[in-house]
Structures are given as C-alpha cells and as structure tokens.
C-alpha cells in the first residue's frame, strides 16, 4: 500500500501493478498525517492511509513509508513521530500534505499544535497518537515503522476517508459505492 495519496497512478507501473494499486484502493481507510522533526528542527509531515493498530501491550501502532519518498531519510532516521487521524473537515490539509512543498506547515499554522513530545500534530484531529520508534522492518519498496504510544487523546467527528481513489467523508464517497 502507498503511505501517500496519491489520485493519479505513477508513470512506469507496469500494468499488474495498476491493477493491483486498484484492487487495494477498493480498502476504505482512514487518512492520517505523520509529522516529525528533522536536522535542525524542521518540521515533516506527510498525509498517508497506512496506519495500524499493532498492539494494546505494549501500545504499538505503524504506518508504512515509500523509501523513494522526499521525506523518507528524514522518517526513517528520526526516533519519533506523532500520527494525527484526519476528520471529514481536514480534507484540503490531508491534499496539501500529500504534496511536496518547502514548507508544508506554514499555509496550516492555525491548525497545527506541538504535542507533548514538542512535534507537530493536527489541532481538532480524531485521535492522536504520539510515538517513539519501536522498530522498523525494510520490506520491498517501502519501510514499516511501529511506534510504541507514549501519547494519545482523541475527540468525536466525521472521519476523513480514501477509498478507490477518492477521498472525502463517508457521504461524500456513499454514492460510489451504493
């Protein structure tokens, strides 16, 4: 699975691996986005739908990373990252951090808070999760994280979802599959 949205199929994917990227898009999934601090403090953040429970003891979570994304060195080196779960009203955040930007941060500034761990997470998110590496697992094209919980809280609304290459609220995405 891609650990970003991404609405247009990539230039060079052989026609299986269309087909298959289609046939996983058909698995409706909650958007989050993954922040962490990289050299020098500058703030990452990327939208994905690759995120997991793993574990209630201890408390893990993961996500997945495409090593070829810009901000991979950056992920896969930091010993930490806070996971916000996107509502319904964050769709034009969850589309502007699934683009590259110098700073992707500055234009949601309003919407950004620091968590306990001093990274960034979404103000108003469903829950939030903030995590310490646990371990990181290199498989094919990507790189599992699974982060141990030191930090969550969440709150009720809408959810925020991807499915078959839409995104957008459970009403939003009920005609495409009624």
Known sequence: MYSW?????????????RALRAALGRYATGVCLVTTLG???????????????????????????????RSAEVFLGAGRFNISVLGAAHKELALHFAKPAEDKFERYADDIVTGHNGLPRVRGALAAYECS??????????????????????????????????????????????
């Open 39 to 69: 050299p020098g403090g500058k703030r990452e953040g990327m939208t994905i739908n690759s995120f997991a429970s793993v574990s209630l003891n201890p408390p893990l979570v993961l996500w997945s990373i495409s090593n070829q994304a």
């Open 5 to 17: 949205i991404s609405l247009d199929t990539p230039a060079g994917l052989a026609p299986d691996a």
């Open 133 to 178: 590496v646990y371990s990181r697992h290199a498989e094919g094209d990507h790189t599992v994280l699974i982060g141990r919980v030191e930090h969550f809280e969440g709150e009720e609304s809408a959810p925020l979802l991807f499915h078959a290459g839409k995104l957008g609220s459970l009403a939003d995405l009920l005609p495409a599959i009624a």
